[in-house]
């Protein structure tokens, strides 16, 4: 007997497509020194952004600008039932957001934003989430951040 055809491969549930994209030379150096930046190969930067592409909102609102600096905390809790550093930790995330919302981060940088201990970021993004002004794009991996989108208050 012969092995599987090509269309019942193809309908694998673990199949895997391979896709090339092309880009001139100033393109494929400025995508080599994000990658580096960010830490990681450039195999995997272009993956986590091609991943991205069905995540993007074509017509999701652009976040308006935002004043960190007239941002009150208190009054934010107590409006959207979060803690203090829940809400802390949303202004953070807000000033580091795209127009689009999104913001990558790790935790233990978001821990060292609001000055908590890490274990603590966990339950804080889940209270944002929970409460509607967070939503998680990408979970983190090792050796690559999560990606949230903010929510805005409007």
């Known amino acids: 007997m012969g092995g599987p055809s090509l269309t019942k491969e193809a309908e694998r549930d673990d199949a895997v497509y391979r896709y090339s994209v092309r880009c001139d030379r100033a393109t494929s150096a400025r995508i080599d020194a994000a990658a580096r930046k960010a830490g990681i190969n450039v195999s995997s930067f272009v993956q986590r952004h091609f991943e991205s592409i069905l995540d993007a909102r074509p017509n999701a609102p652009k976040l308006a600008s935002f004043d960190a600096a007239g941002f009150d905390a208190v009054a934010f809790s107590k409006r959207h039932h979060v803690t203090l550093l829940a809400a802390r930790l949303w202004c953070t995330l807000r000033v580091h957001a795209g127009e689009d919302g999104q913001i990558q981060r790790f935790q233990t940088v978001l821990a060292e934003d609001i000055g908590c201990d890490h274990a603590s970021t966990g339950r804080l993004v889940a209270a944002l989430i ?12 090792q050796g690559a951040p999560a990606t949230y989108r903010v929510i805005g208050e409007g």
Do not use: D, F, I
Request: proline residues 0%.
């Open 130 to 141: 929970e409460a509607g002004l967070l939503e998680t794009v990408r979970k983190g991996k």
